[in-house]
C-alpha cells in the first residue's frame, strides 16, 4: 500500500484517438491517505513556459533531478495549485523505481505551498485510470 | 563576398554538418547562433555579439543573414571551411545543447524564448515600430536573460541531450530516449501523427518513453 511521500506514475487515455498505443502519463505524489480516498499531487516535466518563469500556476515547487531528494529523471515543476482524488487501491507496482518517495524536506515544501492559499480539488475517473492502469 | 566572421561561419558550419534540417531554416540557424553566444556568456567563456540586430521575431546576426540569404552556397562552403579548420572555435557540448534546444522547440516557441529576453526586450517598442537594424546591446543582457539560460541548461543537461532522439511532427517535438526510438514502429508513429491532429498535446517539448509493452508513455 501507498503512504504519504510516496511517488507513483499514473496513466489516462489520450482523449480522441483510436490508437492503444499512446497514454498520458505523469507522476504523483501522494499527499494524504488518510480518508480512504487518496490526494495526489501532480508533477509535470519542465515545459517552456516554466523555462520562461511563466508558470501557469501559482504555487509550485521545482525541482531537479536528485536521487537523494526524488525519484526525477527530468527537471519537474509540481504543481501545488491543486490536489487529484481518487478512491482506489493504488499497489506498491506503480511506485516510481529509481526510489519510491520524495524525501521530507522535500514533501514539507510541497506541503507548505499547498497550504499557502489553498488549492483545488480534482477526482480522477476511477473507470478511467482501471482501464490502462491494469494493476490497480 | 562573405561577411560573416570565422566564429559564425565554424558555428554554422557545425550546425550544417550535424543538423542539416536546422540550418537550413533560416530562423533555426539564427536562435542557434544566439542561444550558443548565451550560453557562453552565462558560462563566462568567450562569447561575440557582435553584429545582433534586432528584429520582430528576434536578435538576428545581420551579416550571416545577409550572407546566408543572398549567398548561400557560397555561405554554405565558407561555413564548412570554416568548421574543418577552426574547429577550435566550437565547444561542442555547447553547440550540441543549443542544437538541441532549436530542434526542441517550434518557430514561434524559439521567438518567444528570446522575446522575453531583455536583450532584445529592451528594444522592442522600436523595433515593433517598424524600425529597421535596431542594434541590441550585449549590455541589455541581463540577469532576468542569464536565468532564461540557467533555466534552459537546467531543462537540457548534456546527458540527457545525448541518449535522446527528437522526432518532429507539424509543430510539435516528441523527445525519447534513443533507445526507445530505436524500437518505434509505423503503428508508434501513426498514433503520434492522431495525437498531434486531435489538438491534445502540451506545449512542447513533449517526453515520451515505452513501457515494456511498446506503450508510448507520454508526458
Same mark, same amino acid.
Given at each position: 500500500m501507498i503512504r504519504e511521500k510516496d511517488v507513483v506514475r499514473l496513466r489516462v %487515455?489520450? %482523449? $480522441?484517438? !483510436? !490508437? $492503444?498505443?499512446?497514454v498520458q502519463s505523469h507522476m504523483y505524489i501522494c499527499y494524504d491517505n488518510t480518508s480512504g480516498k487518496k490526494q495526489l499531487v501532480k508533477c509535470q516535466t519542465f515545459k517552456l513556459s516554466n523555462i520562461l518563469g511563466k508558470n501557469a500556476v501559482s504555487h509550485y515547487v521545482r525541482e531537479v533531478p536528485d536521487a537523494f531528494r526524488n525519484p526525477f529523471n527530468r527537471p519537474t515543476l509540481i504543481d501545488c495549485d491543486k490536489l487529484f482524488s481518487v478512491e482506489v487501491t493504488i499497489p506498491v507496482a506503480l511506485l516510481t523505481t529509481s526510489r519510491r518517495d520524495v524525501c521530507g524536506p522535500l514533501f514539507a515544501s510541497v506541503c507548505d505551498e499547498l497550504l499557502a492559499d489553498g488549492y483545488s480539488l480534482h477526482e480522477i475517473d476511477v473507470r478511467e485510470l482501471k482501464s490502462i492502469n491494469h494493476r490497480l | 563576398m562573405i561577411y560573416s566572421n570565422e566564429r559564425k561561419l565554424a558555428l554554422s558550419g557545425w550546425l550544417r554538418n550535424t543538423a542539416y534540417a536546422e540550418y537550413c531554416t533560416s530562423l533555426k540557424l539564427q536562435k542557434f547562433l544566439f542561444f550558443y553566444e548565451a550560453f557562453s556568456k552565462v558560462e563566462g567563456a568567450d562569447s561575440d555579439f557582435s553584429g545582433l540586430k534586432g528584429w520582430k521575431r528576434g536578435p538576428v546576426f545581420s551579416a550571416v543573414w545577409g550572407d546566408y540569404t543572398k549567398e548561400p552556397c557560397l555561405f554554405a562552403e565558407k561555413a564548412v571551411e570554416a568548421y574543418f579548420s577552426h574547429n577550435q572555435l566550437v565547444n561542442i557540448e555547447r553547440a550540441a545543447i543549443c542544437k538541441f534546444i532549436v530542434s526542441a522547440f517550434n518557430q514561434r516557441e524559439l521567438s518567444d524564448i528570446t522575446h522575453a529576453m531583455d536583450i532584445w526586450g529592451r528594444k522592442k517598442s522600436r523595433i515593433e515600430s517598424g524600425e529597421h537594424q535596431v542594434e541590441l546591446d550585449e549590455s541589455d543582457f541581463t540577469e532576468n536573460d542569464e536565468?532564461?539560460?540557467?533555466?534552459?541548461?537546467?531543462? @537540457?543537461?548534456?546527458? @540527457?541531450v545525448r541518449n535522446s532522439t527528437i522526432i518532429n511532427i507539424d509543430a510539435k517535438s516528441f523527445i525519447f530516449h534513443n533507445h526507445d526510438s530505436e524500437k518505434l514502429t509505423e503503428a508508434h508513429y501513426d498514433a503520434l501523427y492522431q495525437i498531434v491532429e486531435s489538438g491534445t498535446c502540451s506545449e512542447n517539448p513533449i517526453y515520451v518513453s515505452l513501457d515494456d509493452s511498446g506503450v508510448m508513455n507520454i508526458d
Open positions: %487515455p489520450f %482523449p $480522441d484517438i !483510436s !490508437s $492503444d498505443l499512446a | 536565468g532564461i539560460i540557467i533555466n534552459l541548461k537546467s531543462a @537540457f543537461p548534456i546527458d @540527457f
